[in-house]
């Protein structure tokens, strides 16, 4: 397509001492290189913001995932301790703790949250491959599955804990199959793992 040029002239000058010339085409951006760069540059930065706030989010979502995890495992052990105690001394006042310390009541309490924590492992790895494959078409349902059969895990084992003189003690290992709905808290950092890779572009992956 045939350039047109346009001469800027000052008065007092001739075509021939004019020495400023700006060729425009049809096909020249309306901005010049100098704002487009500018634009560009403002754009691209707000964008790495804003993934970084995601990423930061997840990431701060994960840690609390596990650390509330970590933070009921003391309490709960000490409450079935508490209550094998009682159990064993057949005695429903409060027990002095170091009484609690004998090999009868702790492997007791072993037990329990040994089977709990494999149980725990087999359901998430039987439900992870199933429920990871709906999780690639929507993110948020299944993490909010898997939100949802984590708490009513820990709601079941809070409760037998607290009727723990009406029912038996050991069906606290009902509360891994609760997590079924939804994958519990194996599914839901998984999940948030992938968030992570979603949001990030190929070049910050590695």
Same mark, same amino acid.
């Given at each position: 397509?045939?350039?047109?040029?346009?001469?800027?002239?000052? =008065?007092?000058?001739?075509?021939? $001492?004019?020495?400023?010339?700006?060729?425009?085409? =049809?096909?020249?951006?309306?901005?010049? =290189?100098?704002?487009?760069?500018?634009?560009?540059?403002?754009?691209?930065?707000?964008?790495?913001?804003?993934?970084?706030?995601?990423?930061? +989010?997840?990431?701060?979502?994960?840690?609390?995932?596990?650390?509330? %995890?970590?933070?009921?495992?003391?309490?709960?052990?000490?409450?079935?301790?508490?209550?094998?105690?009682?159990?064993?001394?057949?005695?429903?006042? !409060?027990?002095?703790?170091?009484?609690?310390?004998?090999?009868?009541?702790?492997?007791?309490?072993?037990?329990?949250?040994?089977?709990?924590?494999? /149980?725990?492992? +087999?359901?998430?790895? +039987?439900?992870?491959? =199933?429920? %990871?494959?709906?999780?690639?078409?929507?993110?948020?349902?299944?993490?909010?599955?898997?939100?949802?059969?984590?708490?009513?895990?820990? !709601?079941?084992?809070?409760?037998?804990?607290?009727?723990? $003189?009406?029912?038996?003690?050991? +069906? !606290?290992?009902?509360?891994?199959?609760?997590?079924?709905?939804?994958?519990?808290?194996?599914?839901?950092?998984?999940? /948030?793992?992938?968030?992570?890779?979603?949001?990030?572009?190929?070049?910050?992956?590695?």
């Amino acid at each position: 397509m045939r350039n047109i040029n346009y001469h800027s002239i000052s =008065p007092g000058q001739d075509d021939d $001492d004019n020495s400023s010339i700006t060729e425009v085409s =049809p096909d020249s951006p309306l901005l010049g =290189p100098r704002e487009f760069s500018h634009q560009t540059t403002r754009t691209l930065w707000f964008l790495a913001k804003q993934l970084h706030s995601i990423s930061a +989010l997840v990431c701060l979502a994960i840690f609390l995932w596990a650390f509330s %995890g970590t933070q009921a495992i003391v309490p709960g052990t000490r409450l079935a301790e508490e209550i094998f105690c009682r159990r064993y001394y057949e005695h429903n006042a !409060v027990i002095d703790e170091r009484m609690c310390k004998v090999e009868e009541i702790q492997s007791q309490v072993a037990y329990i949250f040994g089977f709990s924590i494999t /149980l725990n492992g +087999l359901v998430g790895m +039987l439900v992870a491959f =199933p429920f %990871g494959v709906l999780a690639d078409r929507a993110r948020k349902p299944i993490y909010f599955l898997g939100s949802v059969g984590q708490f009513l895990g820990v !709601v079941w084992m809070l409760l037998v804990f607290y009727f723990s $003189d009406r029912i038996p003690a050991e +069906l !606290v290992l009902l509360s891994p199959v609760l997590k079924i709905l939804g994958g519990g808290l194996t599914v839901a950092t998984a999940i /948030l793992y992938a968030i992570i890779s979603d949001v990030q572009t190929p070049e910050n992956k590695y």
